[in-house]
């Protein structure tokens, strides 16, 4: 076993991976850290990690450059792509032809967008998927950071985070988010996925259903689980991490250890 920190995979200080390594060619999880796209670090999740290693899998998980007004959207899931690639042509010792995506928040988007375009299995824990319908659905609310927002109302609080997040993602520019809607790219080749959610948190859970059709419209293998609360992704995590080991040892065909 080996763990590997802060491995160069662009020209960007940002584009650092850490990989944790077991001693055979296991098969990999690939791991994108959540924060709204704009905030957060790889280290910031290690227990799921640990978690995941003990368990018998190795895990690469990066960092990307975070989302300003120099780095907007794509860039974040350009960066995820450039990672994995270098990743796959590298010869650090895994089992390549046995990889699952997994993404925290905003990470599970640019986790879901790779499976859409690569196929590889799925975890998703609090994933945002639909700009567009939530933008739709919220014309009056006034996007706002969270810490800056003293509404007593966690609902509208959240609501207008989520705004704000996308006012960030896009530079402004929401007419970009309709194409970065993911239900609408799903297709019959993407891989089987996993969402969990809490029934009332920051990605909306109404978006769970939306992906739940999307999936089963192109016939597709897809789990979901809602939690009750309002507890989001990592805080989740310990109620959430048998069911997402199950996943990941039914995708990638593990015997039970």
Do not use: C
């Not at 160069?8 to 796209?37: C, R, T, V």
């Amino acid at each position: 076993m080996a763990k590997f920190f802060d491995i160069s995979y662009g020209n960007n200080e940002k584009q650092k991976m850490d990989l944790y390594l077991q001693k055979d060619a296991e098969p990999l999880i690939f791991y994108i850290h959540g924060g709204g796209w704009w905030q957060g670090d790889k280290n910031k999740d290690t227990q799921v990690y640990e978690a995941l290693f003990a368990t018998g899998f190795s895990i690469a998980s990066i960092n990307y450059r975070l989302a300003d007004a120099q780095h907007v959207y794509p860039a974040q899931l350009d960066d995820a792509r450039l990672a994995l690639k270098w990743l796959k042509q590298s010869n650090y010792v895994f089992d390549h032809k046995r990889i699952a995506l997994f993404g925290s928040s905003s990470g599970a988007h640019i986790a879901l967008s790779l499976s859409i375009e690569n196929g590889y299995p799925i975890v998703s824990w609090s994933g945002q998927f639909d700009f567009q319908g939530f933008l739709s659905t919220h014309t009056a609310i006034k996007g706002r950071k969270a810490a800056d927002n003293p509404d007593p109302d966690k609902g509208s609080k959240m609501a207008s985070y989520y705004k704000w997040i996308l006012e960030r993602l896009f530079d402004g520019d929401l007419s970009r988010a309709k194409s970065a809607s993911l239900q609408h790219l799903v297709s019959p080749t993407t891989g089987p996925m996993l969402m969990i959610n809490s029934a009332a948190e920051l990605a909306p859970v109404s978006e769970v259903y939306t992906m739940q059709q999307a999936f089963v419209e192109n016939g597709l293998p897809i789990t979901s689980i809602i939690l009750p609360g309002d507890r989001h992704a990592q805080a989740y995590a310990k109620d959430a991490l048998p069911a997402t080991i199950s996943f990941l040892k039914n995708s990638l065909k593990i015997a039970k250890r």
